[in-house]
C-alpha cells in the first residue's frame, strides 16, 4: 500500500471522473493536479505498465489498469517506449511505491507529474471496466468537481483524430546497423519495433508516413516495415494507401498494428469497429496453416472486416481464438504481410517474435533471388 506519509496532500484530494454516459467514478489524484479530456480505454495487462503508458497507440485516451497494484517497478530507462507520455490519464485500484530494491528509480505519481498527466486511484476499476465492457470506449474527463459545468465541458469538447500527426516523426533519422536496410514508415513507431530490429543488426532508415515513393525506392530498402500508431487509420489521407500499393510491389513488406490495417485498406478491405476492444498482452492467436496457438500483446479499437478481403489478394493467417479477429494477412502476388498483434514484445510474450524472424527470412529470400 502506498505510504501517504511520505507525499503530501495533494494525495489526499479527491477527484472525479465522469463518463460521457453521465456515470461518475470517485478517487484520489496523483500524478499532475490537471483537468483532462480524452477517449477513456482499459488495459488487461499485469505488467508492463511503463511502456503502455508511453506507447504512441494511446495518444489522447486515458488509460484504466485492471491490474489491481500499479507502480511498484517505479520508472526505469529500460522501459520507454516514446521519448514522452502521450496518455491524457491514468486510472488504477491501488498505487504503490518504488519497492525497496528499486529506491533509485523514479516513482510513477512523480513521472505523471512531470508530464502534466493526472491520475486516480483507490478507484473502483473492476465496476468501472465492466461499465466499460458494455458501453465501449467514450469520452470522460478528470475533474476536481463533478458538477454540471464539468459535464457540460465534456460533452462541449471534441476529441482529435490527428494522433498518428501528433505521434509520427516529422524529419527522417537513422538507427544503423551493419545488416539488411529496412525502411520503417512512421505512423506513431514504438521503441519495440526498433529493439526488434537491432536484434537483427538492422541498418534501419526512419520515415515520415508523408514520404514519397520516390524517397523510400531511392534509398533501396531490403525491406519495409509500416509502424504501428495510434487512432483510426481512415482518417489518414489516400496517399498513404497509394504509398503503400506502390511498395508493397518493391520490397519485402510487414505492417503491425496501424501498419496491419493500413496494408489491408490498401488491398480493399474494410474496417469495422471492435465492440469489445482489444488491449492486453494474454491474447490467444492461432496461426491458421500450423494451428499453433500463442499469446501476444494487442492494441486495437478496429478489426479488418473479414467479409470484405479479396480472397484473390489476400489471405488470413492468423484469427484471434477469443472472437475470431482477423490478426494476420499475406499478399498472394507480392512478398507483403501484416499482423495486427505487437510482435516485438514491449510488453508481452516472446513467442509472437517468431514475426519478424519470418520477415527477415522473407528478406533474405527475396534479396538472394534479386541482386
Same mark, same amino acid.
Request: charged share 20%; net charge negative; proline share 5%.
Given at each position: 500500500?502506498?505510504?501517504?506519509?511520505?507525499?503530501?496532500?495533494?494525495?489526499? &484530494?479527491?477527484?472525479?471522473?465522469?463518463?460521457?454516459?453521465?456515470?461518475?467514478? *470517485?478517487?484520489?489524484? /496523483?500524478?499532475?493536479?490537471?483537468?483532462?479530456?480524452?477517449?477513456?480505454?482499459?488495459?488487461?495487462?499485469? !505488467?508492463?505498465?511503463?511502456?503502455?503508458?508511453? +506507447?504512441?497507440?494511446?495518444?489522447?485516451? &486515458?488509460?484504466? /489498469?485492471? &491490474?489491481?497494484?500499479?507502480?511498484?517497478?517505479?520508472?526505469?530507462?529500460?522501459?520507454?517506449?516514446?521519448?514522452?507520455?502521450?496518455?491524457?490519464?491514468?486510472?488504477?485500484?491501488? =498505487?504503490?511505491?518504488?519497492?525497496?530494491?528499486?529506491?533509485?528509480? &523514479?516513482?510513477?505519481?512523480? /513521472? =505523471?507529474?512531470?508530464?502534466?498527466?493526472?491520475?486516480?486511484?483507490?478507484?473502483?476499476?473492476?465496476?468501472?471496466?465492466?461499465? =466499460?465492457?458494455? !458501453?465501449?470506449?467514450?469520452? %470522460?474527463?478528470?475533474?476536481?468537481?463533478?458538477?454540471?459545468?464539468?459535464?457540460?465541458?465534456?460533452?462541449? !469538447?471534441?476529441?482529435?483524430?490527428?494522433?498518428?500527426?501528433?505521434?509520427?516523426?516529422?524529419?527522417?533519422?537513422?538507427?544503423?546497423?551493419?545488416?539488411?536496410?529496412?525502411?520503417?514508415?512512421?505512423?506513431?513507431?514504438?521503441?519495440?519495433?526498433? $529493439?526488434?530490429?537491432?536484434?537483427?543488426?538492422?541498418?534501419?532508415?526512419?520515415?515520415?508516413?508523408?514520404?514519397?515513393?520516390?524517397?523510400?525506392?531511392?534509398?533501396?530498402?531490403?525491406?519495409?516495415?509500416?509502424?504501428?500508431?495510434?487512432?483510426?487509420?481512415?482518417?489518414?489521407?489516400?496517399?498513404?494507401?497509394?504509398?503503400? $500499393?506502390?511498395?508493397?510491389?518493391?520490397?519485402?513488406?510487414?505492417?503491425?498494428?496501424?501498419?496491419?490495417?493500413?496494408?489491408?485498406?490498401?488491398?480493399?478491405?474494410?474496417?469495422?469497429? =471492435?465492440?469489445?476492444?482489444?488491449?492486453?498482452?494474454?491474447?490467444?492467436?492461432?496461426?491458421?496453416?500450423?494451428?499453433?496457438?500463442?499469446?501476444?500483446?494487442?492494441?486495437?479499437?478496429?478489426?479488418?472486416?473479414?467479409?470484405?478481403?479479396?480472397?484473390?489478394?489476400?489471405?488470413?493467417?492468423?484469427?484471434?481464438?477469443?472472437?475470431?479477429?482477423?490478426?494476420?494477412?499475406?499478399? $498472394? *502476388?507480392?512478398?507483403?504481410?501484416?499482423?495486427? /498483434?505487437?510482435?516485438?514484445? %514491449?510488453?508481452?510474450?516472446? *513467442?509472437?517474435?517468431?514475426?519478424?524472424? +519470418?520477415?527477415?527470412?522473407?528478406?533474405? +529470400?527475396?534479396? *538472394?533471388?534479386?541482386?
Amino acid at each position: 500500500m502506498l505510504d501517504h506519509d511520505n507525499f503530501g496532500v495533494w494525495y489526499f &484530494m479527491k477527484r472525479h471522473l465522469i463518463l460521457e454516459d453521465g456515470t461518475v467514478f *470517485e478517487g484520489l489524484g /496523483f500524478g499532475a493536479p490537471a483537468t483532462t479530456f480524452g477517449e477513456i480505454i482499459f488495459h488487461t495487462a499485469m !505488467t508492463g505498465y511503463q511502456e503502455i503508458i508511453t +506507447d504512441p497507440i494511446y495518444d489522447g485516451q &486515458m488509460i484504466v /489498469f485492471a &491490474m489491481p497494484v500499479i507502480g511498484a517497478a517505479g520508472i526505469h530507462a529500460e522501459a520507454y517506449e516514446s521519448v514522452k507520455p502521450a496518455i491524457r490519464g491514468m486510472i488504477v485500484h491501488d =498505487l504503490e511505491e518504488v519497492s525497496v530494491n528499486r529506491q533509485r528509480r &523514479m516513482n510513477l505519481d512523480r /513521472f =505523471l507529474k512531470q508530464h502534466n498527466i493526472p491520475g486516480l486511484y483507490q478507484v473502483d476499476t473492476r465496476k468501472l471496466i465492466r461499465h =466499460l465492457r458494455e !458501453t465501449g470506449p467514450q469520452k %470522460a474527463t478528470i475533474v476536481d468537481f463533478a458538477d454540471d459545468h464539468a459535464v457540460d465541458q465534456l460533452v462541449a !469538447t471534441v476529441l482529435t483524430n490527428k494522433q498518428v500527426q501528433n505521434t509520427a516523426t516529422l524529419k527522417p533519422y537513422a538507427n544503423p546497423g551493419r545488416g539488411r536496410h529496412i525502411v520503417v514508415i512512421d505512423f506513431g513507431l514504438k521503441h519495440g519495433i526498433l $529493439r526488434m530490429l537491432g536484434d537483427y543488426d538492422a541498418n534501419v532508415s526512419v520515415l515520415p508516413y508523408t514520404t514519397s515513393v520516390d524517397e523510400v525506392l531511392t534509398l533501396d530498402p531490403d525491406g519495409i516495415i509500416l509502424s504501428t500508431g495510434p487512432g483510426d487509420p481512415r482518417s489518414l489521407p489516400d496517399s498513404v494507401l497509394t504509398l503503400i $500499393r506502390v511498395l508493397q510491389t518493391k520490397a519485402p513488406l510487414l505492417g503491425i498494428g496501424l501498419g496491419h490495417e493500413l496494408f489491408a485498406l490498401a488491398n480493399d478491405a474494410t474496417l469495422a469497429p =471492435l465492440s469489445s476492444e482489444h488491449h492486453g498482452m494474454n491474447h490467444p492467436i492461432q496461426e491458421i496453416i500450423s494451428r499453433q496457438i500463442f499469446f501476444a500483446m494487442q492494441g486495437q479499437g478496429y478489426a479488418v472486416d473479414n467479409d470484405s478481403i479479396d480472397r484473390k489478394k489476400l489471405f488470413v493467417t492468423y484469427r484471434d481464438l477469443v472472437d475470431g479477429a482477423v490478426q494476420g494477412l499475406r499478399h $498472394r *502476388e507480392y512478398p507483403a504481410f501484416s499482423v495486427q /498483434f505487437f510482435p516485438d514484445a %514491449a510488453p508481452g510474450p516472446l *513467442e509472437a517474435t517468431a514475426v519478424f524472424a +519470418d520477415f527477415f527470412e522473407t528478406v533474405e +529470400d527475396y534479396v *538472394e533471388h534479386h541482386s
